[in-house]
Every structure is written in structure tokens, then in C-alpha cells.
């Protein structure tokens, strides 16, 4: 069935769309186009009034995406990774520079290295350099062109995209459960024994912040076993060591299989948020591939464990 023209955009303009939503402002929208930021904004209300759509939130910090923006960048981001897969077939003699990313150790051992093979089969010449750091200093672009990382919400930064929203929620192996059946009793949950990491960052949320949240007393565990960091957590909950405090996404394959038992629902937490940050003026081409790769990667997830991917403007 043909498609009428009239019924989409112009290219052009999904391409401004996307790089003002990825930059978080038309002016750096205009400087990796080569056009003028004029030229931009033009563009933006011409799509919005086509879509009968509002996309942005123009701020004076920038732009961030309506609800409706969000769901339509996922979709332009999908299209536009379409036609770059098909135009590869015309590149597969280039050699481009390798590609750096640096990731935390949780997000590397619970969610990029699984779906390596897929980016492998999917961009066969694109090659990775990943260094693994916990500690990013968000804002530094230094030594990256992509980074994941955990941080408060107040940290946002212009070029970056929400993956996960927090979600914590207690999750122990079966094993644990038919020895433990008293940790099902979760206002007595500090008797058992309890996985927790060794001197966390203060802005992470804890057993104390998830006890507040469910509607608990906190208390001081009597048997808490302190581990290094949270894939050692999760190792030692699928071991059955104890009781994990644990974020959703990190675990749901666990949970699907039946290694490992939900306590309770995950609870939504609204201080911090898992990000994916392009670094500033970034405009090579495999580095929007593999951004667009994630997101997509992110969509295909199951529903509520995840948030749409949403550009987040820079922070007043």
C-alpha cells in the first residue's frame, strides 16, 4: 500500500528533532548541522505543527521532552537506525575509529555485556574500547564519546538519556527462602541475615531509604554480611547468603527463571536514575549507533521495567 507523502516529515526534520533532543538545545543542534539555531527552532515548530504535537519544554537551561516527545523519539530514533543499517552496506570497507565507552561494573556485568553479541551481529565493524568506572564525574567529557552511569536526578546534563528510573525491591534465592520462611515477614526483616554493600555512596538508596519507603521501622541489622559492591550482592543472593536489596532491572532475568524470589513489589524511588551521556559536540555517526542500539535494547524490555528514554536538559 503506498504511503502518502503527506502523512510524514521531511527527514531533514527527524534528523533536527532528534539531534535537538540528543544535545538538549537547538543551538547545539545548529552547530552539529551546520545550520543556524534560527534555522533549528523553525524547523522544531514546523514538525510540531504537522504532528499537531507539542515536542519540547523550551527552558532557559534548554529543552526538555514532553511525554508525547519522548514516545515520538523513540520511535524516530528506531527509524533512523533503520535507514543507518541499510546505508552500512555501503561503509563495510571503512575502518572507523574505535568507540569509547566507559560504564559502571554493574551496568556493564548486569546489562551491556549479555546483549554484546547482539551489537556484535548487528555493526560488526564498529569496535568498543570499554573501561569500566564507578566513579564518572558527570559533565567531564574527557577520554569518551559514551557513557552510562548512576547519579541523582539532580545531576542531569544536556545529551543525556534516562534509561531506568530506580526501582528497589528484596529478593533472596529459593534455597534461602525454604530455610528462611521468616523473612517473608519483612517488618522483621532485620533478624536475617542481610546483603549489604560496604561504604555506598550517601546518595544511593539503602535498606534504611527502602524501609521508609514500605512503610517500616527500620533497624540495625543483627547479621548483615558487607560485600564490595552490588554484583557481589546479587552472586551471594543467588547463592543463598541472604537477603539482597537489589534494582529491578538488574535482576529480572533472575527472577523470570526462578533463581531468584521477589519479597515485595519493586518501590519507585525518585532521587536517582540510571543515564546514558553522549559526550558534548559528539557527532560521530557510531556513536548515535550505538546510542540508538540501547534505546532500542531498552524498549524491548518488559513493561515497568523501564522508563521511556527521555533527553534531560542541563540542570539549573
Given amino acids: 500500500m503506498a504511503i502518502h507523502h503527506k502523512t510524514i516529515p521531511s527527514l531533514s526534520a527527524l534528523m533536527i528533532f532528534e539531534a535537538s533532543a540528543r544535545l538538549g538545545s537547538f543551538t547545539s543542534a545548529a552547530k552539529e548541522l551546520c545550520v543556524t539555531p534560527t534555522a533549528i527552532s523553525k524547523q522544531i515548530r514546523q514538525l510540531e505543527d504537522f504532528l499537531n504535537t507539542k515536542l519540547f519544554i523550551r527552558r532557559k537551561q534548554g529543552l526538555n521532552l514532553t511525554h508525547k516527545g519522548e514516545i515520538y523519539l523513540r520511535s524516530v530514533m528506531q527509524a533512523l537506525d533503520t535507514l543507518t543499517d541499510a546505508s552500512q552496506i555501503m561503509d563495510d570497507n571503512s575502518h572507523p575509529l574505535p568507540l569509547n565507552i566507559e560504564i559502571g561494573a554493574c551496568f556493564s556485568h548486569f546489562w551491556l555485556i549479555p546483549r554484546l553479541d547482539n551489537f556484535r551481529d548487528k555493526y560488526p565493524n564498529i569496535t568498543l574500547n570499554i573501561t569500566i568506572n564507578n566513579e564518572r564525574d558527570i559533565g567531564d567529557n574527557v577520554n569518551y564519546d559514551v557513557a552510562f552511569y548512576y547519579a541523582s536526578l539532580t545531576s542531569q546534563q544536556r545529551g543525556s538519556y534516562l534509561l531506568f528510573n530506580e526501582r528497589i525491591l528484596p529478593v533472596c534465592s529459593p534455597s534461602f527462602l525454604a530455610k528462611h520462611p521468616d523473612c517473608q515477614n519483612l517488618s522483621k526483616i532485620w533478624q536475617q541475615p542481610l546483603l549489604m554493600v560496604r561504604d555506598a555512596p550517601v546518595f544511593w538508596e539503602n535498606w534504611q531509604?527502602?524501609?521508609?519507603?514500605?512503610?517500616?521501622?527500620?533497624?540495625?541489622?543483627?547479621?548483615?554480611?558487607?560485600?564490595?559492591?552490588?554484583?557481589?550482592?546479587?552472586?551471594?543472593?543467588?547463592?543463598?547468603?541472604?537477603?539482597?536489596?537489589?534494582?529491578?532491572?538488574?535482576?529480572?532475568?533472575?527472577?523470570?527463571?526462578?533463581?531468584?524470589?521477589?519479597?515485595?513489589?519493586?518501590?519507585?524511588?525518585?532521587?536517582?536514575?540510571?543515564?546514558?551521556?553522549?559526550?558534548?559536540?559528539?557527532?560521530?555517526?557510531?556513536?548515535?549507533?550505538?546510542?540508538?542500539?540501547?534505546?532500542?535494547?531498552v524498549s524491548l524490555l518488559p513493561p515497568h521495567s523501564h522508563l521511556p528514554p527521555a533527553n534531560l536538559a542541563d540542570s539549573a
Fill in 209 to 297: 531509604t527502602w524501609a521508609e519507603r514500605a512503610g517500616f521501622s527500620y533497624e540495625n541489622p543483627i547479621n548483615a554480611l558487607y560485600m564490595e559492591d552490588q554484583i557481589a550482592i546479587t552472586q551471594a543472593a543467588l547463592s543463598g547468603a541472604g537477603v539482597a536489596l537489589v534494582w529491578d532491572w538488574h535482576v529480572q532475568d533472575f527472577l523470570k527463571n526462578g533463581e531468584l524470589i521477589a519479597l515485595k513489589e519493586p518501590i519507585e524511588c525518585h532521587r536517582n536514575a540510571f543515564f546514558l551521556s553522549c559526550a558534548d559536540n559528539n557527532s560521530e555517526r557510531n556513536a548515535r549507533r550505538f546510542i540508538r542500539w540501547v534505546i532500542r535494547q
